[in-house]
Structure formats: structure tokens, C-alpha cells
């Protein structure tokens, strides 16, 4: 998740890094040297969906208070963008369990052993658990549509993020990777 890739980055790890903006405004705030020199989608590209036995009372986020919301980590870009689809929604933090079920291979078990009822997801991953029946689209943040009417302007997405300190010691890997 997004975590785990940002302390690569901030303990200088890995010298660059695919993450989302989210990430990088998340690291300015305590000081971290983290820039985005390449966005690479302009939407999240992330899924919210619903547990397929829940469907029924569950018929927008409006309807998720009192229940578990899933995403990949703390402060990864799939917590950061179920806050904001939230409060959208109007739905406060406080009126949610949030739960961070680690990657990919974390999401699918997530829904199908019911630990989590909503679900913050990769397009990949909430498409495999709507064909197989485990759930249900509740809110698809894959457009640009979505994503203005959610944020109130475009969306700085996934990207390639390093440091000032490598663009000034690599400045030709960096016009690259531009």
C-alpha cells in the first residue's frame, strides 16, 4: 500500500516509486521530500463496492453508516479516497469502521468471509467480486464525471513520485521518465 512504498521512499529505500498524490501531499505535511514528476491517470481509479447480501438496504454510500468500510491501509490512497467519497456522501468519519485490509490479495477475502460490508477496491478486484457475485457496485470513481462531482476538480491520480534531492542528482533519468 501506500504506506509502505512512501517510508521506501522518505528512508531512501528506492529512489522513485508508483503511488498516488494522495501519498505525496500526505508526506509534505510532516517534511518529507517526495515530488510527483509524472501523473500518470487523471482518477483514482478505484471501485467502492457493497457485500452482494447487503445490496438491499445498501443502495448508496448515504446508506453505509454503522458499517465496516475496507481499503487497502492507513493513509494509503484507497483510505484517502473512501474519506473523501464519505464526505461526498455525508457520512462522518465517525459513523464508519475502517479497516485496513492490506493489498489485493487482502480485498478478496475481505468480502467473501464478510469482515468488511463496503469495499474500497482496484478496478481489477471489484470487477472479479461483482462477476463472481460477492458484491456490488456502489460507487465508481474511474471517471472524470465521478471524480469532479466527488472532489469539486480534477484529480492528481497515480504517479511516478521521488525526491527533489533525486531530481537534482539524476536530472536526466528524471526528463525521461517526464
Known sequence: GGSEWLLALASGRVDMAHGYFE??????????DVVLIDNILPTPVFLVVVRKDLAGTVKSV?????????????G??????????????????????????????GFLPAIREKRVDVLT???????QLI??????????????????EIYGHP???????????YCEQEPF??????
Open 173 to 178: 533519468v528524471v526528463l525521461k521518465v517526464n
Open 76 to 105: 494509503s490512497a484507497s483510505h484517502v479516497v473512501s474519506l473523501r467519497v464519505a464526505k461526498h456522501f455525508g457520512v462522518e468519519q465517525s459513523a464508519v469502521k475502517w479497516l485496513g485490509v492490506g493489498g489485493s490479495t
Open 62 to 74: 448515504t446508506d453505509v453508516k454503522g458499517l465496516s468500510w475496507g481499503f487497502t491501509s492507513f
Open 23 to 32: 501519498n505525496a501531499v500526505s508526506a509534505h505535511r510532516p517534511g518529507r
Open 131 to 148: 462477476q463472481e457475485g460477492s458484491a456490488v457496485l456502489l460507487q465508481d470513481v474511474t471517471s472524470a464525471k465521478a471524480v469532479n
Open 155 to 165: 484529480y492528481l491520480g497515480p504517479g511516478m513520485l521521488t525526491s527533489h534531492a
Open 121 to 127: 477496491t482496484s478496478v481489477m478486484i471489484g470487477t
